[in-house]
Structure formats: C-alpha cells, structure tokens
C-alpha cells in the first residue's frame, strides 16, 4: 500500500508556540498508525513542486497583525498561479497560534484557499497564548484525524 502525502507548512518564530503546535500535529499524525509520508517545511522553504506532490495540507501559523504570518503568505504569493487549477478539491486544515484572537489569521487563510479551490476538511483550531497540555491535545487530535481521514478516503 502507498502511503499518503501530507504536506505540513509552517510559519513561526524558531523555538516559538506554532513550532510547538506543529509538534503535537506531526504527534498525532504518527499517532494514527497509518501509511502517511508527511512533508514538513517551513513555509519560506517549500515551494509550488511541494504544493503538488500533497495529498493532503495542513497549514500552521502564528496569526500577525490579523493576518496569516509573512512567510504563509509568501507561499501562498509564490505558488498560486504555479498551482491554479492543479490542486481543486485539495483536503486542507489549518491551525493558528495567537496572542489574543487569531480570528484574522484564519479568515486571511479561509479567503485564499477558496481560490486554490482548496476543500476545508477540518475546523481551524486556534490556540490562544501558551501552548499548554490541552492545546497540545487538541492538535494530537487535529493531526489525527487528517492521518485517518486521507488513509480511509473521506476526503
Ligand atoms: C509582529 C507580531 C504581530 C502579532 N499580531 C497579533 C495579532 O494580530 N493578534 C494576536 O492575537 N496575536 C498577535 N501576535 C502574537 C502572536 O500571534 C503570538 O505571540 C503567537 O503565539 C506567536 O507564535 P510563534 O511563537 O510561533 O511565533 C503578534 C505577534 C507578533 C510578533
């Protein structure tokens, strides 16, 4: 059986709360038991080839200004018209580290990824400060579920 492919990008300071998420997420996925070849990058780092090759993306960023990170947003800027019209219906989920609201990351992401035609697969999980034990569960679960859901075909 082929395993399923499941792009991760990220934004965040090094060492930072959505580098922690990040973590929990790619926990989960593990987690699952399932044949998945997961793709890490930072944002900065991957690029429209990366974009294509996924089954899958999931989508991490610290919310700036009220607004996905730069580096999110330099990836969306560097590979839409590479992608447009090769990635519909891609399933995608994002998470979001905020100080106090992380609502203008989410909506920023949920505005573009309807021009890619991406398919939303999951509810944005926002975590709010301090990466704490809860919040960690919550993106064990968000990376679970992705994991399960691709390998069984839901998406
Ligand atoms: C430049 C900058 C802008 C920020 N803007 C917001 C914001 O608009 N709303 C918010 O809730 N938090 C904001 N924050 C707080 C970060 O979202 C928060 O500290 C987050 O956990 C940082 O994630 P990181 O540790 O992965 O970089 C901002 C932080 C920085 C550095």
Redesign the pocket.
């Known amino acids: 059986m082929s395993a399923h492919r499941i792009l991760l990008i990220y934004g965040?300071?090094a060492g930072?709360?959505?580098?922690q998420m990040v973590e929990a997420v790619t926990t989960g996925i593990l987690m699952s038991g399932e044949p998945i070849e997961l793709r890490p990058q930072p944002a900065l780092d991957a690029d429209a080839d990366d974009l294509l090759w996924a089954q899958a993306l999931l989508i991490g960023t610290?919310?700036?200004?009220?607004y996905m990170s730069g580096a999110v947003k330099d990836f969306m800027d560097r590979t839409f018209y590479p992608a447009e019209g090769k990635v519909d219906g891609l399933p995608y989920a994002l998470f979001v580290?905020?100080?106090?609201?992380?609502t203008?990351a989410v909506t920023s992401i949920e505005r573009i990824a309807l021009g890619y035609r991406w398919k939303p697969i999951a509810a944005p999980l926002i975590v709010k400060g301090e990466v704490d034990d809860a919040a960690r569960q919550r993106c064990m679960e968000l990376g679970q579920s992705v994991a399960s859901g691709l390998a069984l075909g839901i998406f």
């Open positions: 965040g300071h930072g709360r959505t580098l610290p919310e700036h200004f009220g580290s905020a100080g106090n609201d992380g203008g």
